[in-house]
């Protein structure tokens, strides 16, 4: 079982049971699309953004265990962030949960994991990519 | 009588251990079949006896080679109970036998205005051949529809067809939701107005009897691999007047009968559908598969699926925030699940750890998760090796991933 | 140094005996080469011990399944020097990478009054896919022309090219000839004239080096059964920038994205060409393929290759009656030969009474025994467990059937 | 050797060096074509028939042992017959040189042997069959 906890760490669990910042917000700057075909995962992120600054972020929608927990996660974190602060914390979450490095941020530390789970390379870094993408359409 | 202990110790991948020391408790049948020792061996055989190209050799090798081959096809038209054995095609699979069809039949006669009917819930690969061949052509791909338990509205078939309609293309047995359609009716209705039908008998072929003149159906494609035979292989049966009249699907070697720079002239049936070296040792090793499933009996695996299916579906329904998803009258050994709101990854993640293979997801049925308005499923599906102890496993795991992530 | 001896003891079915107790002369590998203990072990290997569907599996099983498949196909990518992974496709064999080629590249882009060029030495594989896609678009295949040595008359090739041409269809190695072309030279004269140009690499790879990026080739075809692997297999490499453009070959799971009844989306390179359960088992005897020929060496296997042709070629020149057709500077392990009026087949059929294994006719090119106003010949092909002692049995059996037919 | 030399019986080579009736004769009646792309053989065969019967019998072209000495007694046969006993005559060549059944004609056993070889089961019949398709195309 130790193998499964590793996964579904602690974080993960209580972050799929009761998600942060977990209602739809239509009266936003900007909405997002985070959708995998794949495996249904389909969310929608919220968030203001005025002078480059990221504010009022939540989500929702349907997804796995991990990809909920790490959307849960992002709009923790990224709330207050410049964009620029916002895409160099994306570029440690990469880095953590796709490439598999440490990071030093506690809180990424589950999602390491996942990648490693046979099929689950793209739960963790679904709204995290989603994020990179828009954004990067933006500039 | 042979016993299930038996058959599982012709499936090595099954008698093996994982890296925890765990024997694989393998639910994933409809995805692929393991292969029975027999299949894995004729392949050996195969390459260290008798290999050669097939068709035109003039020693020996080629000559058992090319025996062989044509041998496996009557060995099929038989399996299948086809009139002749020039109806059956050699192909690399379900998906290429249904591409097949749609270039080298439907494409030709398909005009803007015309339609084509698919049941609501095809695999993609007996989906999007129709849906992009439409598109292309400006034709309406209609759809039958099915009812909140998964079975086919049969009584609105006759709304959907006309003059304009050009083909039927329906699944015998879904493997998303284990529905065992009713394709002899279906065809019936088709043919009073004229219309021909391709049956995909993916998950029925090795499983459940077979008979293609009994059903009627003018075309019925299947794949090696989901009746314990090779990857790469799968066969096409096609009435002779439809196939006679179709064009090649693809030109190359073997095909052709003369050829100038300007112009060609094809082969016979079945030849002028198989162009350039076919999979022979694939096909030997389907011919062992054939074998393997006439050896024990079509009636002893269908039974031994039937079994299963209500064994697991009782226990299933006993299981408090399971939801069985296909509830359909008729059944084969496939059943699709949700478990409370855990997430089909999440499971199956979960019972991989206790060694058990199911798959999660959408089961490349897209439109059927969007009918029953879910993102997936986990789908436990049968083999002819799989016992009620698996099951008794399976659901003692299930209840513990549901307290798990409760 | 491996010896040819320790060679021959990896090919099971050439250590075997016929029914006359007589050890196999096999001459025929450019029709399908023999296979290695290491590649007949990874078939079973495989289903001992792998055997699941690919992608989207969530369980080891299917993952190791999957991890297993993409890395032959990078494999394959630094076999051949391609760029990217992606560039490579699996395929069931050159015939099927050419028709991908004119289906997906060719057809969409090609108009009435627009033309491709083929050699005039092309197997009909790389030959009637050009011809019937020019006969139902109106197009024209224009033919580059061969000498009586069986040479490509490079120097006609800018002629044929202007802005109406679409591509250029050439063989890397002539199965009918031996032939090696220039195909270098060929790509770079095209490419001044922006057309892109398809190899068929068919008779090269695993025998010769490979390298797409030096030939600077748009699209490059081989099968896996003529390097040593598994029947079933092939490879087309495409460069990105026409795969990313070109449309998807076949439509089914594994392929697509999204789907909905009205319209579906599709999956990157290299997976949009990629429809349907592929050959998992016979990927997995190819990787085993590549890795025997890169463990001798390519280099090795094509000097082997040279020394068997030039010592062959010797003793042929000296047997009064046989004339050798191809006669080209730069050859590979293939000779076709006519003995006097004695039919190919006669002669075939004299050898395989002495356990020589040849092939006799058209070599699917009847353009090529056209041209040479033949009616077939009999082809001798080496690999790389043929010995110079195999061929002083063939020449002197050759001498007796002209004996025997005199 | 045993085995070759039922293949290539006295008979078929003789007949092979020293083929019947073996010239080009464009001022007949009839004229067939028998081809077989796959291995080459192409011959002419060339006859009068008047009132039913069939005279003046010929061939020339190219072809292996086997179906150049099966086309030589094939006009040696026919010479003379009616179209009825040619159709019969050709229904027991089929018997021996296709079906391998004893048929009692001595000139036809070699032919029986050829079917068995690889490859080879087309040879002996490649005329008799052409003509075959050719007379019932007449009717
Ligand atoms: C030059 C060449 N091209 C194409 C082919 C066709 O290959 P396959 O039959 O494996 O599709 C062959 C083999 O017969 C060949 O020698
Ligand atoms: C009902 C059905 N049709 C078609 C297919 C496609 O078969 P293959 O992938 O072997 O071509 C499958 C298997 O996934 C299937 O279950």
Partial sequence: MQHLDELYHSIIREHNKNPLNYFKNEDVTHKIEAYNPLCGDHFHL?????????????????????????????????????????????????????????????????????????????????????????????? | ?????????????????????????????????????????????????TNANIHRGTYDLAEKATRDFEK?????????????????????????????????????????????????????????????????????????????????????????????????????ISNALGTINPVKEIVSIAHEYGVPVLVDGAQNAGHHRTDVVDLDCDFYAFSGHKMYGPTGTGILYGKEKWLEQMRPYRYGGEMVKAVRFEKSSFKELPHKFEAGTPNIAGVAGLQAAVAYIENLGIEYISEHSYALLNYATEKFLQIRGITIIGQAASKSGIISLTAKDIHPHDMSTFLNEYGIAVRAGHHCSLPVMEFFKIPGTTRISFGIYNTTKEIDYLVQCIEKAIKYFA
């Fill in chain 2, 1 to 49: 009588m042979i016993t299930i202990e038996e058959i599982r110790k012709e499936f090595p991948l099954l008698e093996g251990l994982n890296q925890d020391g765990c024997k694989l408790v393998y639910l994933d049948s409809a995805a692929t079949t393991q292969k029975p020792r027999q299949v894995i061996e004729q392949l050996t055989n195969y390459y260290t006896t």
């Fill in chain 2, 72 to 172: 496996t096809r009557t060995q099929i038209q038989q399996f299948i109970h086809a009139e002749k054995p020039e109806e059956i095609i050699f192909v690399s699979g379900t998906t290429e036998a249904v591409n097949l069809v749609a270039d080298s039949y439907v494409e030709p006669i398909l005009n803007a205005g015309n339609e084509i009917v698919v049941s609501a819930m095809e695999h993609h690969s007996n989906l999007v051949p129709w849906q992009q061949l439409c598109l292309r052509k400006n034709a309406k791909m209609q759809v039958l529809p099915m009812n909140e338990q998964g079975e086919i509205r049969l009584e609105k078939l006759a709304d959907l067809l006309s003059g304009k309609t050009k083909l039927v293309a329906v699944s015998h």
């Fill in chain 1, 46 to 139: 919220y968030f203001d953004m005025h002078d480059n600054r990221i504010t009022n972020l939540s989500f929702h929608g349907y997804g796995c265990a991990v990809s909920k927990a790490s959307a849960s996660i992002f709009t923790e974190k990224m709330n207050g962030l410049t964009l620029d602060e916002a895409l160099s914390l994306y570029e440690r979450f990469y880095a953590c949960a796709v490439e598999g490095k440490e990071t030093g941020i506690k809180d990424f530390l589950p999602f390491q994991v996942a990648s490693k789970f046979p099929g689950r390379e793209k739960c963790a870094s679904l709204t995290w990519e989603s994020f990179k993408e828009y954004v990067d359409r933006l500039k």
